[in-house]
C-alpha cells in the first residue's frame, strides 16, 4: 500500500508494527531497533510527500517545508515517537501522523506556505526507558542539560552508547540537521482520560497542563534469611517501602482532586521468596494543577524518609526527583482560534486542562503554543486498550489542519 495515500488510522496501523513483540501492546522506546525503524520509515515519508527531512542529534526527526516569506515564522507541529511499555498504537505517534497528513493536504491544496512548517517526531516524551523525560522536545529548546548522557537504563546500558547507535543507523540514509527555533508550536494527541467521551464531545481544546514531579526512592536494608530473622531483627526494605506509599497515599487523598499519586515501577532484590530483600526500588509520580500543593507532597517524602531512617538504624533511603515541570498555559489567541475553526467546522468541543504531560509544555517555555485532544474510548491509555475511532482521528486532524493553514498560509 503505498505509504503516501494512507488515512491517519492506516499510517498509525504501519507505525504500530515498530515495536517489541515481547510485550502485548506497542513497546518502541528510545533509541531501540523499533524506535530507529519507526523513526526511518518517517524520514522515508518526509522525503516522499517532498520536505526537507533530516534528524537532530538527539534523533528528533525534523521534516521542514520553507515558507515563501523568508521571515522569522517557524511553525512547528508533531509529537513524540516513543512509548511506554506495553502501549497502545496512538499516544504520541497520533500528533506524528496527523501533522505529517496535514502538511501533505495543505501543500497538495494550497502550495507552498508563507511561513515555514516543521514537523517534528520527538525522539523521546515518556522517560520509559531512562529516567528521563522529554528529551526530545528539551533539545528543541535548547534545555538538554548535558549529565543524561550518563544515565543507564534497567540493562546497565548508558543513554550515550545507547544514542550513538541509533545516530549511526540514522546516518547511513539521512542528513543530521538542526531544527529551527519555534515561533509557534502545536500539538494534537488523544485525550488519554474519560471526559471527552463523558461529555460527548468531540473535540478537547487544552488550556493548561498540570504541573508534575516524578522520582524514583532506593529503600536499603539488610537482606536475610526469612525463616532465622525475628520481626525484631529485621531491616526489611520492601516493608519500609509498603509502609511510606501508605502514608503518602492517605495524604493525596486528602488533598483530594485534581491532585494525582502513583507508584507504577517496582523492583526487589535479590526478589525471592525466602529472603529478607537487601533493597526496594520504586517511582513516584505526582501531578497537580497548583505547583504549591506539588510542593507540599515532595516535601512530605523526603519527612517520612527521614522519619523512617531515624526509627530503623541501620535503613537507607535515597530519593532522586529526575522530573519536575510546572504548570504551563495554553496559548489564549490560539485557545478562541480553535474555538472559531470548532464551530465553523460544527464541531463540539470542550475546554480543559491536560493531566498528562505533554511536549507541548516544554516548547511552551519559548513560544505559544495549542494543544487539542481527540476522545479516548473508555478514557483508556497507556495500554493496548487505548482506541480512538477512525472517525474522530480525522476530526481531530481537520481542525489541526485548518489551524496550521491559519498559521501559515
Ligand atoms: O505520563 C504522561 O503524562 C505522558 O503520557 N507522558
Ligand atoms: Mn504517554
Ligand atoms: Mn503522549
Redesign the pocket.
Known amino acids: 500500500m503505498k505509504t503516501v495515500n494512507l488515512t491517519i488510522n492506516q499510517l498509525l496501523d504501519q507505525i504500530a508494527q515498530f515495536t517489541s513483540q515481547e510485550t502485548k501492546g506497542v513497546t518502541r522506546l528510545l533509541y531501540d531497533e523499533h524506535w530507529i525503524e519507526a523513526q526511518k520509515f518517517l524520514l522515508e515519508l518526509g522525503q516522499m510527500i517532498g520536505l526537507d527531512s533530516g534528524f537532530d542529534q538527539v534523533g528528533n526527526v525534523i521534516l521542514t517545508k520553507y515558507g515563501i516569506e523568508n521571515d522569522k515564522s517557524v511553525i512547528t507541529i508533531g509529537s513524540h515517537i516513543d512509548s ?1 511499555v506495553n502501549a497502545g498504537k496512538y ?1 504520541g505517534i497520533y500528533g506524528v501522523a496527523a501533522a505529517i497528513i496535514a502538511i501533505k493536504e495543505l501543500l497538495a491544496e494550497y502550495g507552498a506556505p508563507k511561513k515555514t512548517i516543521q514537523v517534528i517526531s520527538f525522539c523521546e ?3 520509559s526507558r531512562f529516567p528521563f ?1 522529554f528529551t526530545g522536545s528539551k533539545n528543541l529548546i535548547n534545555q538538554l542539560p548535558d549529565d543524561i548522557y550518563q544515565l543507564v537504563d534497567k540493562t546497565g546500558e548508558s543513554f550515550e552508547k545507547a544514542q550513538a547507535k541509533a545516530i549511526h543507523a540514522l546516518k547511513s540514509r539521512f542528513p543530521l540537521v538542526k531544527a529551527l527555533l519555534p515561533t509557534a508550536y502545536a500539538e494534537i494527541h488523544i485525550e ?1 482520560g474519560p471526559v471527552l467521551e463523558r461529555l460527548n464531545k468531540e473535540i478537547g481544546i487544552v488550556t493548561a497542563i498540570v504541573a ?1 514531579k516524578r522520582f524514583t526512592v532506593t529503600i536499603t536494608g539488610k537482606s536475610n534469611h526469612a525463616g532465622t530473622t525475628p520481626m525484631w531483627l529485621r531491616i526489611d526494605p520492601l516493608k519500609q517501602a509498603v509502609k511510606m506509599i501508605n502514608q503518602l497515599e492517605v495524604i493525596a487523598l486528602e488533598i483530594g482532586e485534581p491532585f494525582v499519586f502513583t507508584v507504577g515501577e517496582m523492583s526487589i532484590s535479590p526478589n525471592a521468596s525466602n529472603v529478607i530483600p537487601e533493597e526496594a526500588i520504586f517511582s513516584i509520580d505526582i501531578r497537580h494543577t497548583d505547583e504549591k500543593e506539588l510542593q507540599f507532597f515532595e516535601e512530605l517524602i523526603y519527612k517520612f524518609a527521614k522519619k523512617q531512617e531515624l526509627e530503623l538504624d541501620g535503613l537507607e533511603i535515597e530519593i532522586n526527583k529526575w522530573t519536575d515541570v510546572c504548570v504551563e498555559r495554553m496559548n489564549e489567541t490560539y485557545i478562541e482560534a480553535l474555538q472559531a475553526i470548532c464551530l465553523e467546522k460544527q464541531l463540539s468541543f470542550n475546554l480543559m486542562p491536560s493531566g ?3 511536549d507541548t509544555q516544554i516548547v511552551n517555555r519559548i513560544a505559544p503554543t495549542a494543544l487539542l485532544f481527540v476522545p479516548s474510548i473508555d478514557g483508556i ?2 495500554s493496548p486498550k487505548e482506541f480512538t475511532t477512525a472517525e474522530n482521528l480525522e476530526k481531530g486532524k481537520t481542525v489541526f489542519k485548518q489551524f496550521i493553514y491559519d498559521l501559515a498560509y
Open positions: 511506554v499516544d516524551e515518556e522517560g523525560t488519554q508534575q498528562a504531560g505533554h491509555s497507556h
